[in-house]
């Protein structure tokens, strides 16, 4: 049921982050018919990326579970759709093989999403590690870059990564366009540099708007521009004018569209969720992961059969939404019903968009998908995880994301059955690697100031916090109260911390910092207290005189800093 509670909040929400939509709408709809050699593959593109943001965005939203969660068209499933739509096109030559061949894939991801809803599989995506996760997404972001450079120069981009890299100096010297390049890199500037001017409108507009009229003056040539778009109501994709159904090979795209409808589904599923969790984290409200998976793939469905393309919840939009003030679902359907208005009234305006600068916007999205934290810290993290990191990410760049994300996954898990087995080797028990224990005192807390004990949270861990307690972990540390001074967290029991371990303690850190609690750390074992120094949180975060090796020290220095009061 829908709440009105934050009626103006929510709509206000809802238009800014439509607003930030627009262009990436259009982008990742031509990037996706980015393999199509034909004059008429931007406008379809441009379309079926206004499609699928518009009708993902609203029923996603409607039967979601995470209330201020926005969908619509994503970097990686882009980079999905786009190899699909490239295979149709260099197998079959026909538009309507690939707009059929599209939208099926759209209805499998749909379809495939429901059910992982319904045998509640969305809890299983909390046991995905840090490093397969950030090598997915930096090589996803790499991708986005690296076929973009193209239109940024006025040229149409191969299909395979390798043609990407090996081909631009025979086609940089084979001649560019100065005037994309100029474009292109106006937008850029303009999406970087125009936040520190003013946050309160979203700086890909400007650029949009700002670098199209600029085109005007130049007389940019028409193939470099979108062209002009579809106008009117949404229709299936059987119904689409143009669409020839004589000489279909239905059975070969119905088949060819399984295994990327259940890549797309697998892929969007992850993107939504992590997306939830940073909504979640932002308005401290917890989603329903089932919920949301059910919501997102009648949105898929509904927009593969209206010729739109695959998304999933979306980060940037998410935030700029909440922080705009939307909080129900009705932010994310007011989002998509602005869309829905500027496919119907303003399609002809779009025409003159140039690629490049769409090209622009969407090297500023590669960027910010790329993990630099985990790659600057690849020589501080455990060697098992920098391993796992990298081989996701060239497996990523260089073959297939489904490929990288399944050998990522085996690679982690059996490290960590190596490193769980060295553990008990050395006399830790498995019932001690289980869970956190945040309630029972431990047999040393005796001695505490009294004047102290109304402003002092001892929060007991219990375990090594690696990738599939990190989710727990977070929940025991989003229980500390936010009036208490002084937080130790006793770490006697934690033998060990991964990549994903180490991200969510300097989190939580960090959090309850912000709220002006003075955090204090007990016993911290030789491998964990190793890595917390090498990642710089001891000393940057906690000084070394706030970590104890007995609870007595503890004690003893809040007793002194209580006498110096």
């Known amino acids: ?18 607003i930030v939509a627009l262009p990436l709408a259009l982008a990742f709809g031509i990037q996706a018919f980015g393999g199509v050699d034909d004059p008429n593959a931007s406008q379809l593109g441009a379309y079926a990326g206004l499609v699928g943001a518009t009708l993902l965005g609203f029923f996603a939203a409607l039967f979601g579970g995470t209330h201020s969660q926005i969908s619509g068209p994503t970097g990686p499933m882009t980079v999905i759709t786009a190899s699909l739509i490239s295979g149709i096109w260099a197998s079959q030559q026909s538009l309507s093989a690939v707009l059929i061949g599209m939208s099926l894939a759209g209805i499998f991801c749909g379809i495939f999403q429901v059910l992982f809803g319904i045998i509640k599989i969305g809890k299983y995506v909390r046991y995905i590690p840090y490093p ?5 997404m930096s090589g996803i972001g790499v991708i986005i870059i690296l076929q973009q450079i193209y239109p940024l120069i006025g040229l149409k981009s191969p299909v395979l990564v390798v043609d990407m890299v090996t081909q631009l100096p025979q086609r940089i010297a084979e001649g560019i366009s100065l005037i994309s390049l100029l474009l292109g890199v106006g937008t850029i500037l303009i999406i970087v540099l125009f936040p520190y001017i003013t946050r309160k409108v979203p700086s890909t507009l400007v650029a949009l708007i700002v670098m199209t009229l600029v085109s005007l003056l130049f007389a940019l040539p028409q193939h470099l521009s979108i062209g002009a778009i579809p106008a009117g109501l949404p229709v299936p994709f059987f119904a689409k ?17 399984i295994v990327p409808g259940l890549t797309l589904a697998g892929l969007g599923s992850i993107d939504t969720l992590l997306t939830s969790v940073v909504a979640d984290n932002i308005t401290k409200t917890k989603h329903n992961s089932n919920r949301e998976l059910i919501g997102q793939g009648i949105g898929n469905a509904l927009a593969g059969l209206f010729g739109g393309i695959s998304g999933a919840g979306a980060t940037m939009r998410t935030v700029v939404n909440v922080k705009s003030g939307g909080r129900t679902q009705l932010s994310g359907m007011t989002h998509a019903i602005l869309l829905l208005a500027i496919m119907l009234g303003l399609g002809g305006l779009v025409k003159y968009v140039p690629l490049s600068v769409l090209a622009g916007i969407l090297i500023t999205v590669g960027w910010g998908i790329i993990d630099f934290k985990g790659f600057r810290d690849l020589f501080k993290i455990p060697r098992a995880d920098a391993f796992v990191l990298v081989v996701v990410f060239l497996l990523t760049v260089f073959v297939d994301l489904l490929t990288a994300v399944g050998i990522g996954m085996v690679i982690a898990c059996v490290l960590f059955m190596k490193r769980a087995s060295d553990l008990v080797e050395g006399g830790y028990s498995s019932q001690e690697m289980t869970n956190f224990d945040k309630e029972s005192p431990w047999s040393d807390e005796h001695g505490m100031p009294d004047q102290l004990a109304h402003s002092i949270y001892i929060q007991r861990l219990n375990g090594p916090i690696f990738f599939g307690t990190i989710n727990k972990f977070k929940e025991v540390m989003n229980d500390v109260p936010d009036n208490a001074k002084i937080v130790i967290i006793r770490m006697r029991l934690v033998s060990f ?6 991200y969510a303690m300097e989190e939580a850190i960090k959090d309850i910092q912000s709220r002006g609690s003075q955090v204090l750390m007990t016993i911290i074992q030789p491998q964990p207290l190793y890595m917390l120094r090498k990642m710089n949180v001891i000393p940057s975060l906690v000084p070394e005189e706030h970590t104890f090796t007995t609870f007595e020290d503890c004690t003893a ?8 009061q």
């Open 132 to 136: 397969v996760l950030s090598g997915f």
């Open 241 to 257: 004018e143009g669409v020839g159904m004589e000489g279909i090979d239905w059975g070969s795209l119905i088949v060819g569209a």
């Open 497 to 502: 911390m991964d990549q994903s371990g180490l």
């Open 1 to 18: 049921m829908l709440k009105t509670n934050n009626l103006k909040g929510d709509i206000f929400g809802g238009i800014t982050a439509g």
């Open 557 to 564: 220095y809040l007793r002194k800093q209580l006498e110096k």
